[in-house]
């Protein structure tokens, strides 16, 4: 695995960071450059290599235009098979560092290493050598054709499809930069709810172009793929898997894809879910619909990624049905199908469990799928910087027993690239834990809050601390104001931003409703999944089918996720259930206060536009939590009867006020702000 520093101290030098780094109050910010440093001016840096091509080339050249460090920089081929394809070996030196690699892959991922000890003011003193963890490390965007982006919230499509092939934005290349510079090396281009057309003739030609802007920076386009294609695209009768014809429609369609873009990566697919065609239509199973587009790609060496994310009603609990449905077919997928799981058994909330189906199928290639995009975590206005949460799964899944890692994107053609700009920070964060799971939270906000926010500035450490605990309390802060002690998806029909516990918009499916997952009554709340209910612990490994399968066990942060207690069961700490919930509740919206506060201080450091950017946002998040503490606490104080404890504040909100909050599906806007706390 990744980050071995040998502990051969060759030379020390420190990586001169102050003063000489950008000064970002110098140049007007938008946010555009991320946390790539800004061209030197002047002088450029000594780097050597004769290693041809264009990924050496621009290795080279983001050296010579980014590299303060003093020395030189050799970059050379040498030959060593611990490295890999993609790995790289940074030996420190006398006047000189040298970066060792089998290929020019590794040599730019071993630039953009230096850079990042650069921003970070890491100094070199030992040689680093690092492979990635998993080989594939990918995005997903939810991009569609006519510009939109499902759960984007950071403008529109950076893919400007009407103006392709023949116009080129120069953010293609910028895009491919920016994740260059934290390992990504695929990216699927279009929405998982696909449209046929990505895959003609017309469209193919115009991702071509975007391929070959992302191959000298190591990326490889995957596209989403409609399993209605051959029907929808050229009329045949079928979609069937096992009818000869569309076998060889797709063969021949990748044929023509290889054709034209020779590296290109595969497919993505979501079948059979949330409406998509898929193989289960013509009465076959998945891994029958898998392995006839995996069979149609196999002569060029690319990979069908086969989603999971499942939920017919095989079962009355959601958060087992993905299991039913994938577990039996292990085994039975060509191996260069790779089975992309989401993190959680239902549906990136702010808080799941592990989906019971990582390590369940041990004969099947099994990848991560993780939701940059905050569409449960406050969208675009909230901090949720959401490190801790991939953190947290790799607690659970070792990455070993992963393929791969997939992030749905949150980005958009917004100046700044992802809406709120501390969401930066989880395009980074997902980058840097796909290369090196072992990556603490804290490490990952260290490298990234200098390289965007603060470097170059004079900022005191006290302050930068506060940053840190920021952005590292921030994703347990929005558990905590929107659904805390294991509760789920309490929010409005269709947009997920707002708290609407009582939803019950006619004719909806009742598991996308919050009271299918809450259960709230006068006995108490929380779903029942121990073996009396519906049993769904017993779709996990030991230790932790026993550790959830009891409330005396199961971990507080998930007791409402596997139990249905009473209001008044008594918590760990003492408090009954009622009162620890309200606590929580509170504690988020204290948390968001203090978050307030640490960009306050950071004031005088931080470029104005910046700092007023997250400062609004920060506002509007801190009115959310009070919306959304007021509005669950008050609807399920109506079934437990009991009143707040005295240390929790009352709410300012009134219930029927609550209610009437227009929660259409894309009217989200929050209650007025005068009818929020102002004591805080
Ligand atoms: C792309 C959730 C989201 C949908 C998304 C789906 C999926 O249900 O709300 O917008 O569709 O997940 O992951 O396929």
């Not at 920089?73 to 790995?87: C, F, N, P, Q």
């Not at 149609?296 to 009355?316: C, E, N, Q, T």
């Amino acid at each position: 695995m990744a980050v071995q520093a040998m502990n051969k101290s060759i030379s020390t030098f420190m990586i001169i960071v102050a003063g000489m780094l950008f000064s970002m109050s110098a140049m007007a910010y938008d946010g555009s450059g991320l946390w790539l440093p800004a061209a030197r001016q002047g002088d450029k840096a000594t780097v050597i290599s004769d290693v041809k091509g264009r990924k050496a080339a621009i290795a080279v050249q983001e050296l010579r235009d980014l590299w303060r460090g003093g020395e030189s920089v050799t970059l050379r081929i040498k030959r060593d098979k611990s490295l890999g394809a993609e790995g790289y070996r940074i030996i420190p030196g006398d006047g000189n560092v040298t970066v060792t690699a089998n290929n020019a892959t590794g040599l730019l991922y071993g630039a953009y290493h230096l850079l990042r000890m650069q921003s970070a003011g890491v100094g070199l003193d030992s040689v680093v050598t690092e492979v990635p963890a998993f080989d594939l490390r990918v995005l997903n965007h939810w991009d569609n054709l006519d510009g939109t982006i499902e759960r984007g919230y950071a403008g529109e499509s950076l893919w400007k499809w009407e103006e392709l092939p023949g116009k080129i934005s120069p953010r293609y290349k910028d895009y491919a930069r920016a994740n260059a510079s934290i390992g990504i090396n695929g990216v699927v281009l279009n929405n998982v709810n696909a449209s046929s057309r990505i895959l003609s003739r017309e469209y193919l030609e115009k991702v071509k172009v975007l391929a070959d802007i992302f191959r000298p920076y190591g990326i490889k386009v995957y596209l989403s793929a409609n399993f209605a294609a051959p029907m929808q695209l050229d009329s045949l009768p079928t979609a069937d898997p096992l009818d000869k014809n569309v076998a060889r429609w797709w063969k021949e369609k990748c044929n023509e894809i290889y054709r034209l873009i020779p590296d290109f990566g595969g497919f993505l697919v979501k079948a059979n879910s949330e409406g998509q065609p898929g193989p289960c239509d013509f009465g076959r199973t998945h891994a029958e619909g898998a392995n006839m587009m995996a069979r149609a790609l196999r002569p060029h060496g690319g990979k069908v990624m086969w989603r999971a994310f499942v939920y017919s009603p095989a079962d009355a609990d959601r958060a087992k049905q993905a299991y039913i449905e994938f577990q039996p077919l292990d085994g039975k997928f060509d191996d260069n199908v790779i089975v992309q799981i989401k993190n959680g058994p239902v549906d990136f909330q702010p808080r799941e469990p592990f989906s019971p189906l990582f390590g369940a199928m041990p004969a099947t290639p099994q990848m991560a799928e993780f939701q940059v995009t905050q569409e449960y975590l406050g969208h675009a206005n909230h901090i949720a910087f959401l490190a801790p949460m991939w953190e947290e799964f790799f607690g659970f899944v070792k990455p070993e027993s992963l393929g791969a890692v997939a992030g749905v994107a949150n980005i958009g053609d917004d100046d700044n690239w992802t809406g709120h700009p501390m969401a930066q920070a989880n395009w980074y964060a997902f980058g840097r834990l796909a290369w090196d799971p072992s990556l603490t939270s804290r490490e990952i906000v260290k490298e990234w809050l200098p390289a965007t926010v603060y470097g170059g500035t004079a900022m005191p450490d006290d302050v930068k601390s506060g940053l840190e605990e920021m952005m590292l309390c921030s994703r347990e802060a929005v558990v905590d104001y929107m659904m805390p002690l294991g509760l789920h998806h309490l929010f409005a029909f269709g947009h997920h931003y707002g708290p609407e516990p009582w939803c019950n918009p006619e004719g909806a499916r009742p598991d996308w409703l919050p009271s299918y997952y809450h259960r709230a009554d006068s006995a108490g709340i929380g779903f029942d999944r121990s073996p009396s209910g519906s049993n769904a612990t017993a779709q996990y490994p030991e230790p932790y089918r026993s550790l959830y399968a009891s409330a005396s066990t199961c971990p507080d942060e998930l007791l409402l996720w596997f139990h249905h207690l009473p209001w008044n069961y008594k918590m760990r700490s003492g408090a009954t259930l009622w009162d620890e919930l309200c606590r929580s509740y509170e504690r988020g919206c204290i948390t968001v206060s203090d978050m307030q506060k640490a960009w306050t201080a950071a004031k005088p450091y931080i470029d104005p536009q910046l700092y007023t950017d997250v400062e609004t946002r920060l506002a509007t998040q801190a009115r959310d939590a009070q919306w959304w503490k007021d509005a669950c606490l008050l609807y399920f104080g109506e079934f437990s009867g009991m009143p707040l404890p005295a240390d929790v504040t009352a709410p300012v909100h009134t219930l029927e006020q609550l209610r009437a909050v227009d929660l259409g599906i894309t009217n989200f806007e929050s209650p007025s702000t005068s009818l929020l706390n102002s004591k805080r």
